[in-house]
T-cell receptor, first 114, second 116 residues
Framework: LAKTTQPISMDSYEGQEVNITCSHN???????ITWYQQFPSQGPRFIIQ???TKVTNEVASLFIPADRKSSTLSLPRVSLSDTAVYYC???????????????FGAGTRLAVHP | GAGVSQTPSNKVTEKGKYVELRCDPI?????LYWYRQSLGQGPEFLIY????????DSGLPNDRFFAVRPEGSVSTLKIQRTERGDSAVYLC??????????????FGPGTRLTVL
């Protein structure tokens, strides 16, 4: 499984756009990039998944360059409630059902300030 | 609908004791996972069930840890002869095996285990 590297922590202010970059130099051809969010005292929550180019949903956008060796999670106009740990994961994916044990790193602790 | 629930939310025990942690997955989810999360770290995979059977238990740290899912729904993680190093948050997750993202698992709030 490809290893990921992401910043340990980031700070931002309400209303700003936050971009968290993840490096995954050894990503395999069939690997997808998935991001999870975890609030204190809660389990992680799936945010977004992508394979290449750009994916957008109601929560975030995911930008993946052509070489797929990195990806950027973009959170538009963050609020205090976006303060959480964000995990970047790489592994087999796609909408095909089945099983995949998730391999988490330490994540990025995002603190949003008033 | 109801999400994944875990009981108890907190468990304090003494070194050497036996504990059981319970997970109620989302109704209809056939896949169930257990993870363990230490302070400041991401969750670490322990075991995966597909239906009633443990399809992958490669993450269980040793034979003091055991998990069951006898009817393919509720699961119990059992830890014998607890050690202080077992202190962590134990997370349960479930997922559907039908037309779902490989990587979308639904997590419960976890059980915080403290071994004194």
């Amino acid at each position: 499984l490809a290893k990921t590297t992401q910043p340990i922590s980031m700070d931002s202010y309400e209303g700003q756009e936050v971009n968290i970059t993840c490096s995954h130099n050894n990503i395999a051809t069939n690997d997808y990039i998935t991001w999870y969010q975890q609030f204190p005292s809660q389990g992680p929550r799936f945010i977004i998944q992508g394979y290449k180019t750009k994916v957008t949903n109601e929560v975030a956008s995911l930008f993946i360059p052509a070489d797929r060796k990195s990806s950027t999670l973009s959170l538009p106009r963050v609020s205090l409630s976006d303060t959480a740990v964000y995990y970047c994961l790489v592994g087999p994916g796609g909408f095909s059902g089945g099983y995949n044990k998730l391999i988490f790193g330490a994540g990025t602790r995002l603190a949003v300030h008033p | 609908g109801a999400g994944v629930s875990q009981t108890p939310s907190n468990k304090v025990t003494e070194k050497g004791k036996y504990v059981e942690l319970r997970c109620d997955p989302i109704s209809g989810h056939t896949a169930l996972y257990w993870y363990r999360q230490s302070l400041g770290q991401g969750p670490e995979f322990l075991i995966y069930f597909q239906g009633t059977g443990a399809a992958d238990d490669s993450g269980l740290p040793n034979d003091r840890f055991f998990a069951v899912r006898p009817e393919g729904s509720v699961s119990t993680l059992k830890i014998q002869r607890t050690e202080r190093g077992d202190s962590a948050v134990y997370l349960c997750a479930s997922s559907s095996d039908r037309l779902s993202s490989y990587n979308e698992q639904f997590f419960g709030p976890g059980t915080r285990l403290t071994v004194l």
